[in-house]
């Protein structure tokens, strides 16, 4: 997470479609921008990556508080530029409905990436924005004898 009060930065990661700048390769794809008023009155810009967004802390600037006011995001990563990320091309037991792309599959990496971390909610592997766990989906692949389909 970056809290970024320069525009111009804000303006270049958009253009790069969140890609890490040529002089900082190792850096993580920036995957979203959230603009909110700070403490100060000031706008000021949070900067999601990539790897946040995988440890679940994803969704902080959106959530109002003193320091955070008013916050929207203002620009998630088209990543269908990238490659997909934790989306499955293919129907998979393991779905998430997000507000912003409907239903989407999780690829198993994702699937168990997801699941094995503390989080409040299930996140878009496509934009990162919580989601919600599309259970219809999961129950059509049970077995008639309702086994689970990860068995
Ligand atoms: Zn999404």
Do not use: F
Request: proline letters at 9%; a negative charge; aromatic letters at 8%.
């Amino acid at each position: 997470m970056a809290t970024i009060d320069s525009k111009e930065a804000i303006d270049r990661i958009i253009a790069r479609n969140g890609d890490p700048p040529v002089e900082e390769p190792s850096e993580p794809p920036a995957v979203k921008i959230v603009e909110y008023t700070n403490m100060a009155g000031r706008i000021t810009w949070g900067v999601v990556w990539e790897n946040e967004v995988a440890i679940g802390t994803g969704n902080r600037y959106e959530i109002p508080t003193p320091y955070v006011r008013n916050p929207h995001v203002i620009w998630t990563r088209d990543i269908t530029v990238a490659g997909g990320g934790g989306a499955s091309q293919t129907p998979t037991p393991h779905a998430i409905i997000c507000v912003e792309h409907g239903k989407v599959y999780l690829t198993a990496a994702a699937y168990t990436a997801q699941l094995s971390m503390p989080y409040a909610t299930w996140h878009c592997p496509t934009c990162g924005r919580a989601a919600q766990w599309d259970d219809a989906n999961y129950e059509s692949y049970l077995s008639p004898d309702g086994s689970n389909p990860d068995a």
